[in-house]
């Protein structure tokens, strides 16, 4: 019996360190939130997550600020013949059941004006508006990314 109320709490206190972020009453999971550390003397960089409304209601996401940066703005990224510019959306809508990647070379959450250089192991909060759910405030992890410099919509350049 020991050994079983041992394995729950332990399968309980790890399901604590991967638990995705809801907000409060809504529908919205928020998942692997993630940031490139900061190039050179560059004062703009890019936020990546998953997000995947877990409700029965569509919402859209139309909002997003840090006061690790001056602005946040939701980007995507277009092929313009052979060159990849970002511009700027409205809004990023989701419907019930489907996840939208935000990754380098896609959507993502450009961060301007950062203030002061992003590194690797470090943390900052971002806050991510809803339509529906609300506002929603995410822990976003700076870290190298396994696809380091692909597409190059994280605006270092």
């Known amino acids: 019996m020991k050994t079983i109320v041992f394995a ?10 991967v638990t995705p972020v809801l907000a409060q009453g809504a529908k919205i999971e928020v998942t692997d939130a993630w940031a490139r550390p900061s190039i050179g003397q560059s004062r703009n960089s890019a936020a990546y997550m998953t997000l995947t409304n877990r409700g029965a209601e569509p919402d859209r996401l139309v ?3 840090t006061p690790a940066a001056g602005k946040a703005e939701v980007h995507t990224t277009v092929r313009d013949g052979e060159v990849l510019r970002m511009r700027e959306v409205q809004g990023v809508d989701l419907k019930p ?16 004006d950062v203030r002061e250089p992003l590194k690797a192991g470090q ?13 929603q ?12 410099g692909h597409g190059g919509s994280d605006h270092h350049h």
């Open 8 to 17: 729950v709490v332990a399968v309980l206190a790890l399901g604590a360190q």
């Open 63 to 65: 909002a997003a600020s």
């Open 97 to 112: 059941g489907e996840a939208v990647t935000f990754a380098p070379g896609r959507l993502h959450v450009m961060l301007i």
């Open 123 to 135: 943390q900052f909060p971002l806050t991510l508006r809803f339509e529906k759910a609300g506002e």
């Open 137 to 148: 405030q995410v822990t976003v992890s700076v870290r190298q990314s396994a696809a380091h």
